[in-house]
């Protein structure tokens, strides 16, 4: 089991910054691929950033790319997503995920896939 638990969101004006946070605890979380997804009001869950288990490999959604940064420092179990120049369309629920089988670039429940709870980010114009 890996637990997974967001911190770092809240309400920012649009073309502000934010940086998410996502500790992980449970059996070796540092060898897990990580990445990032969301959920805006009536819209289906979407990839966002992911990022491999050494952090030597990253992808990106086509709508965040070069304005988020996604990291991680496994020393400290933690998963970082840094959003620059945000936008209103960003406002969604933010997830981590923590999978021991595949980089997470599509949404899947269950199985090798570990998700936490979400943090609300909302970007006002």
């Known amino acids: 089991q890996v637990q997974l638990v967001e911190s770092g969101g809240g309400l920012v004006q649009a073309g502000g910054s934010l940086r998410l946070s996502c500790a992980a605890s449970?059996?070796?979380?540092?060898?897990?691929?990580m990445g990032w997804f969301r959920q805006a009001p009536g819209k289906e869950r979407e990839f966002v950033a992911a990022?491999?288990?050494?952090?030597?490999?990253?992808y990106y959604a086509d709508s965040v790319k070069d304005r988020f940064t996604i990291s991680r420092d496994n020393a400290k179990n933690t998963l970082y997503l840094q959003m620059n120049d945000l936008k209103s369309e960003d406002t969604a629920v933010y997830y981590c995920?923590?999978?021991?089988?595949?980089?997470?670039?599509?949404?899947?429940?269950?199985?090798?896939?570990?998700w936490g709870q979400g943090t609300q980010v909302t970007v006002s114009s």
């Open positions: 995920v923590a999978d021991r089988n595949r980089i997470p670039k599509t949404v899947q429940l269950g199985g090798s896939r570990y």
């Open positions: 449970g059996r070796t979380a540092s060898n897990y691929a």
């Open positions: 990022i491999s288990w050494t952090g030597g490999s990253t």
